[in-house]
């Protein structure tokens, strides 16, 4: 059953055993981040290729790019499920590392002990009945501020999988240095969030949230950044004519290559290069 969404960003289901395919194609299909709550019966799925049997009152979280194999549950299965984008909650910083996670990744199952159940199951029909009512009713940043709630209480929950926080800054710290050695390898050529992002493992919109909040600047900044700072040195040091520059740094024609550069610079190449002589 699902419950009709209001918000961009945000989409809750309800599953039974005689709709588990119909979250198959779904969940299969969608880069986002899910959130699974199987309140009542079991449920057995490949999740990246390893088989977990998963008990009532337990949680799941799927990370983007999760690979979803065979599914199947009990007959008394009742699974609520939250889709979010990663653009919904592009500002909850603690999530950073955690969407980013190889050990979420392959133990995304956890069973939720009493306490900590009674919170989360309420927080979730809190936010199910407040998704359902109209924009009168609620708004998107009511529902936004009871999602943070409700991610924070399960990332807790995941805390012991990721051991502890150092390793969490570590994490996060690998992101950076790896982005920073593909921008400095491949920068000059790759103008595409989408190059970097795959190479990460990582989607194109996570990718770009956590490096403007890790360094403020906007990704596509530092990729222009990289580009720019190569056509310079070209510039500088050889005698390259500009359509030669544009060829070498894979640019459609070179008026491309000089709109590009006079937007990112303020000057034009010609220019550029004019005051390095005189400079020199």
Known sequence: MEIKPNFEGLRIE????????????????????????????????QINALPFHIQSNSTIML??????????????LEVSVLFISLDFISTYSFLTVLLASDEIKFNPAIKVESTARKLIWSTVKLIEDYHSKTKEESTMESVQYLLYALLELVSKLYLPVIK?????????????????????????????????????????????SFIKKETGKPIKQWISYRVIK?????????????????NQLQFVDSSLFCRYF?????ITANTYRENYKIKK
């Open 63 to 76: 990370l983007p790019d999760t690979d979803l194999g065979t599914i199947s549950g009990s007959r008394d």
């Open 14 to 45: 309800k599953y039974s055993i005689n709709s588990l395919s119909d979250f198959h194609t779904k969940a299969g299909k969608l880069n986002k981040l899910l959130l699974c709550f199987v309140s009542n019966g079991t449920l057995d799925l």
């Open 230 to 246: 190569q056509a310079e040195e070209l510039l500088k040091t050889t005698s390259l004519s500009i359509k030669e520059i544009s």
């Open 164 to 208: 502890n926080n150092s390793l969490l800054q570590s994490r996060s710290q690998d992101i950076i240095d790896h982005f920073f050695e593909l921008l400095n390898k491949h920068g000059h050529l790759e103008r595409s969030v989408l190059f970097y992002s795959d190479q990460l493992h990582l989607s194109p919109q996570y990718l770009s």
């Open 262 to 266: 006079r937007r990112c610079t303020g």
